[in-house]
C-alpha cells in the first residue's frame, strides 16, 4: 500500500466498534500495581493477530513483536498498572485501614465503593465518612491516610477475615468507563491503560496496511510504573532497545484550580504533548515533530526538569544508552475515577506515532555526534 493511500486513511477516524469494546472492557478490568496479569493477559489477547510473536517476564509486562529477527530494536511503550490500595490494619470493630499502593488520592476516597480482591473473590465494601451533621465548623477534617477506613458491613475482625480479606488484599474502585458528550473517553486507570490501547491500535494498523517495518518493532505493555518505573526498568534490560517511543498522560491544566505557571500549558483536545528534558533525545524528539508538522497533527510542548517521571526516564538511561523520547496524552482528573481525556487526541496520538515509525530507518543513528 503505497504512502499516500496510508495517509488518506490515517486522515479517517482510526478507533472502530471493534476497538472501541476492547478499549471499555480493558479500562473497567482492575490491574493494579503488582497484580496486572488479568489485564495484561487481556491487552495480549487483543493485539495477538497484529504481531509475529511475543514474550512475557517474571513480573508480568508482556511486549509484542513484529519482525523479531530485525538486529535494530525499536520500542513504543507505555504502562500496564493502576493506582490501588493495600489493606494494612483491620479493627477489633470490623473497619479496614489501608496503605497506598502507588499514587492514590486520600481526598477523593470518602463514599467511594471498591472492590476487595481475595482468593474467594471479590467483596465489595465502601470508603466511610462521618455524616456531614454530625461534624462541626471547628473541628471540620479532611480526609488524610490515617482517617479512612473501609466498611465491608462487618461487625468484628473475625468476621471480616472469615470473608477472605487479610492484610495484604489489594483494593480497586468500581468506577466503570464512559464516554462523555461524545468527545471524552472517562474512567478510572486511562492513566496509562490508554496508552497500552493506543500502542495496540499502532500494530492493528501496521497489520491491516500490511506495512513492512525495516527493524524489530517491540510493542511493550509495562508493569509497575507506579511505584518508581520497575517495570521499565526490568525490561529493558531485556530487550535492548535502540529506540523508545513511550506514550504516557499529562496534566489538562485549563480546568479549576491549577496554576500554569508551576504545570505547564496543556489542554485536551489540542494534541499530544511533546517533552523536551535530559531524558529525551532531541534527534528523536525533532524526527517526532518533523512528522507531526509533515503530516498536519497538532501538538503541544512542555518541559521536564529533572525527569519526567515516566517511563521514558527507565528506558533513556538504561544499557548504555537508548534514544528516547515522550508522548503525552493531555488528561483530565489524574489518579481520580474519573480520569478524562480528548478522543481526538487519542487518534492523534495514534497517527503520530505511526507516522514517526514510518520515518525510523533501518541502523538509525540519533547520536548527537559522529
Known sequence: ???????????????????????????????PTGFESNGQ????????????THFVDTYGTVVGVINPKAKYKVVIE????????????????GFIYLRRNGGSDHQIAPSKRVNIHTK??????????????????ADEKSPKLDNIFLDCGCSSKEEVEKLGIHVGCVVTYE?????????????????????????????????????????GLYITNSVQEEVGLRGAQMIVESIKP????????????????????????FKCGDGPVLFYGPSVQNNLLDLIINSAEKNKLPFQRGAASRATGTDTDAFAFATGGVASALISL?????????????????????????????????????RYLK
Open 1 to 31: 500500500m503505497s504512502l499516500e493511500v496510508i495517509n488518506n486513511y490515517m486522515k479517517k477516524n482510526i478507533i472502530n466498534k471493534k476497538s472501541e469494546a476492547f478499549l471499555e472492557k480493558y479500562i473497567n478490568n482492575p490491574s
Open 41 to 52: 493477559k487481556m491487552w495480549l489477547d487483543y493485539i495477538k493477530p497484529y504481531i509475529d
Open 78 to 93: 507505555a504502562h500496564a498498572d493502576e493506582i490501588s490500595w493495600f489493606v494494612h490494619y483491620i479493627t477489633k470493630e
Open 120 to 137: 474467594k473473590g471479590i467483596v465489595k465494601a465502601v470508603f466511610g465518612w462521618p455524616a456531614i451533621h454530625t461534624r462541626t465548623a
Open 175 to 215: 468506577d466503570k468507563f464512559m464516554v462523555l458528550n461524545d468527545k471524552y473517553y472517562v474512567g478510572r486507570a486511562l492513566d496509562n491503560r490508554i496508552g497500552g490501547f493506543m500502542i495496540a491500535e499502532v500494530a492493528r494498523i501496521l497489520k491491516e496496511n500490511k506495512i513492512e517495518l525495516p527493524f
Open 242 to 265: 535502540n529506540v523508545a517511543i513511550v506514550t504516557d498522560v499529562c496534566h489538562d491544566t485549563h480546568t479549576p484550580m491549577i496554576n500554569k505557571i508551576k504545570q505547564g500549558d
Open 330 to 366: 493531555p488528561l483530565r482528573y489524574m489518579h481520580t475515577t474519573v480520569e478524562a481525556v480528548s478522543k481526538d487526541d487519542v487518534e492523534n496520538v495514534i497517527r503520530l506515532i505511526f507516522n514517526s515509525l514510518q520515518k525510523i530507518k533501518n541502523n538509525h543513528d540519533f
